[in-house]
């Protein structure tokens, strides 16, 4: 079933200089780019994107880090997207992400694990209305 998703390529990914390869990645699987675009959000909009988590202990950090640099916002769609992103990404904690996978491979963070990947199509049809609001 082919399905779109939210990729984001985190401030840590630009700046550690791995868009490419992270990009590559997706891509050598299959999952073809419908749109991407580079930027640097606010404080506002990482609250929207990430609001389920507004109030929890770990956010006021996490937000603070995604608005420290530029990142890249892509949807990328394909069979299955949303969960072929998710294993391809590898566990939240890149310490105990499985080798072979972004984190796995990249990652030495929790924080700064490189990426972000929208968890269900519901999650999906949010967060892509929110990074790419007129994308049809």
């Known amino acids: 079933m082919s399905q779109r998703t939210l990729v984001l390529l985190k401030p840590d990914t630009v700046r550690r200089g791995l868009v490419g390869e992270v990009l590559g990645r997706f891509e050598s699987k299959g999952l073809s780019i419908v749109a991407l675009e580079f930027r640097t959000i606010d404080g506002e909009t990482a609250d929207q994107h990430y609001a389920e988590h507004v109030e929890r202990d770990f956010y006021p950090p996490l937000r603070a880090f995604v608005t420290s640099g530029p990142l890249v916002a892509v949807v990328l769609e394909g069979d299955e997207a949303i969960e072929v992103v998710r294993a391809l990404n590898g566990a939240t ?38 990074w790419f609001p007129d994308l049809p």
Request: no cysteine; charged share 35%.
């Open 93 to 130: 904690d890149g310490r105990k992400a499985l080798p072979g996978t972004i984190r796995g491979d990249l990652s030495l963070s929790n924080r700064e694990n490189l990426v972000h990947g929208s968890d269900s199509p519901e999650s999906a049809d949010r967060e892509i209305k929110i």
